[in-house]
């Protein structure tokens, strides 16, 4: 007999059993349904809503089916639809009459929204730790690379030399952005919906703030309808775990370029990389292309969850089970992408050399070129152009700019004197963008800085 099977005359079709069910994937939730479940009887006992004896006894019967189904002792049963009716059962067959007194005062679809919300807080504080830990190994590279000069793209034609270290912090920087969303997102999600019951709250005298307090939750709802039928939070989550997605896919797509043999500045691991079927020689960046490819599948799951809940009429809507598979796939994903992502930037192989080389070919200093006759009292836009022939002539001869002899670069400009060669030194290009933001060596050192002590303070590491 189903929990629920009072009102009706017949079985259910099996066909719609299976149909309905939702214990094949919300069974992940059963260490949350329980430990809500025993915060919820806890508190009917101290309100004198159920005996005290009773709660105890159901606390004590709760804890006990948590441990078997932890040891694996627990057989789920799709004909009982999902986690909370499972575990309901379970108890029930155990303790018996008290056991039917734990759904006092609370619906299905307050529960199933508390379930949501302490569950993807543990996530939310793991995906924090697993971004922290990348950030880390970031800073860590940075430290290393101050002085590693390469190509600046745009276009992706070479612009301007960087520094390796200052390319990697551009990197932080957005994951530091993505780590203060997950912070926001942690904290619209901490908010305790029981009481809430089925749509319209309940008659019994509940004490709301205390199961907050016993799990957690800095505040409690403020609209029973709102809390049952918004997914908002769970939306908000698949949203920044598409933007860390987003953000990894970047840095693959570059990982992957890099790693080609006409780039060659990284030469990923061999225990990161793979090999061809076919091809003896081949040593592909698979780890870089797959976390690039998963990106779709977080994207994906995020429209998933905005087109089931978009016009939905209040308050729950069956609709709404389909929430959990797809934020528990991009939960899946990007736990299982950040972790290998910061294993083979860890054991990234860095080619200094072949970066070097290329800062120097494809006039990365014409820009440095043209601000020296500026500041020798040309107007901007006149040596923009002076240095365009410049580099005309440069391509004809197969030269580079410093390569000139000082009546070759004369002839361009008679203001040029020796000290332009220094002035447009790759070193003096990347050391005299030395404002705050730049890829100058003390610019970057701050801005690492700034970086561990955000990290220091953002407390992923609890
Ligand atoms: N398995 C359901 C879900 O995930 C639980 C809530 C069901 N409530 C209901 N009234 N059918 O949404």
Redesign the pocket.
Known sequence: MKLWGGRFQKETDKAVDAFNS?ISF?ARLYRHDILGSIAHVKMLGKCGIISMEEAGTIAAALNGILKDIEEGLVELDVEA????MNIEKILISRIGESGKKLHTGR???D??ALDMRMYLKDEIVYIKKLLGELMEALLALAEKHLDTLLPGYTHLQRAQPVTLAHHLMAYFQMFRRDMERLDGCYKRTNVMPLGSG?LAATTYPLDREMVARELGFESISENSLDAVSDRDFVIELAFCISMVMMHLSRFCEELVLWSSHEFSFVEMDDSFSTGSSIMPQKKNPDVAELVRGKSGRAYGNLFTLLTVMKALPLA?N?D??E??EAVFDSIDTVKACLSVFTGMLKTLKIKGDNMYKAAREGFLNATDAADYLVKKGIPFRTAHHIIGKMVNYCIEKGKSIDDLALDELKSFSQVMEADIYEAVSLNKCVSERKLPGGPAREAVLASIKNGRDFLDGSGFQD
Do not use: G
């Not at 639809?81 to 909370?84: G, L, M, P, R, S």
């Open positions: 939702s919300d639809e999902d986690i909370h619906s299905r679809n529960q199933v089925a729950y069956k709404m089970q929430d959990k």
